[in-house]
C-alpha cells in the first residue's frame, strides 16, 4: 500500500514550456486535490475532483489544467508555464468530504 | 475572509521542553480545526483536528482545544522529543474545498 505518490519529485522548467505532473492513489478515495505550497503561505488548492471524469476550480486555478480520466490518479497540467508558477506542489485524496486528507510527498517545480 | 495566522518559526528547543504553536483564526461560520505536521522530505499527515467549540484534539502527546470565545487552537506538547522536529501547519476545513491553512512553524527541537 503505497498511499499517494507523485512524479516526478523535481522538475526544472524554461517560461513557455509545458509539464504534466502526474498523482496516483492506491486507497480508492473519491475525491483528489492539487495544493501549491509557497514560502511564508500555506497551501493554496489549486483544483480538485470529487470523482472519476469530475474536476473543479480550486482557489488558485489559473494557468493550470487538471484531468481524473482513471479514478486512482489525477493530473496536473501546465501549459505554458510561468516563473509564478515556482512552489511545491502537493497532491492529496481523502475517501469523502468528512474523512482525512492523505498527501503525496510533494513536486518541487522550477520555472526558470 | 477565512484565514490562520500561526506564530513564525523556527521554534527552537531543548529536548524534554514543553512546546506551545499558537494558531488563531478568522472564520465566517463554524469550521473545523486541525494540525498537521510535515517531515522533511514528506507530505503531510494529520496529527489531530477538533470539529466544535470546546473539543480538544491529542495525538502522540500533542494537544489542541478549539477556543470559539479567542478564535484559538494553539498546539501543546508537555515533553518534546527529537523527533518532533517537523513542520508544523494549523487549518481550518469548512467543506471538502474550502480549506485554509497557516504558513507552517518549523520546530527544531535539540538533544
Known amino acids: 500500500n503505497a498511499g499517494v505518490t507523485q512524479t516526478p519529485k523535481f522538475r526544472v522548467l524554461k517560461t513557455g514550456q509545458s509539464m504534466t505532473l502526474l498523482c496516483a492513489q492506491d486507497?480508492?478515495?473519491?475525491?483528489m486535490y492539487w495544493y501549491r505550497q509557497d514560502p511564508g503561505m500555506g497551501l493554496r488548492l489549486i483544483h480538485y475532483?470529487?470523482?472519476?471524469?469530475?474536476?473543479a476550480k480550486g482557489e488558485v486555478p489559473d494557468g493550470y489544467n487538471v484531468s481524473r480520466l482513471k479514478k486512482q490518479n489525477f493530473l496536473l497540467g501546465l501549459e505554458s508555464a510561468a516563473p509564478s508558477q515556482t512552489s511545491v506542489y502537493f497532491c492529496a485524496s481523502s475517501y469523502s468530504a468528512q474523512r482525512e486528507q492523505y498527501f503525496g510527498p510533494g513536486t518541487r517545480l522550477t520555472v526558470t | 475572509g477565512d484565514s490562520v495566522t500561526q506564530m513564525e518559526g523556527p521554534v527552537t528547543l531543548s529536548e524534554e521542553a514543553f512546546l506551545t504553536i499558537n494558531c488563531t483564526y478568522t472564520a465566517t461560520g463554524y469550521p473545523s480545526l486541525f494540525w498537521y505536521v510535515q517531515y522533511p522530505g514528506e507530505g503531510l499527515q494529520l496529527l489531530l483536528k477538533?470539529?466544535?467549540?470546546?473539543d480538544k484534539g491529542s495525538n502522540k502527546g500533542f494537544e489542541a482545544t478549539y477556543r470559539k470565545e479567542t478564535t484559538s487552537f494553539h498546539l501543546e506538547k508537555g515533553s518534546v522529543q527529537v523527533s518532533d522536529s517537523a513542520v508544523y501547519f494549523c487549518?481550518?476545513?469548512?467543506?471538502?474545498?474550502?480549506?485554509?491553512f497557516g504558513s507552517g512553524t518549523k520546530l527544531n527541537v535539540k538533544p
Open positions: 475532483s470529487v470523482g472519476e471524469g469530475t474536476t
Open positions: 486507497m480508492n478515495h473519491e475525491y
Open positions: 477538533a470539529t466544535k467549540a470546546d
Open positions: 487549518a481550518l476545513r469548512y467543506n471538502f474545498n474550502k480549506f485554509y
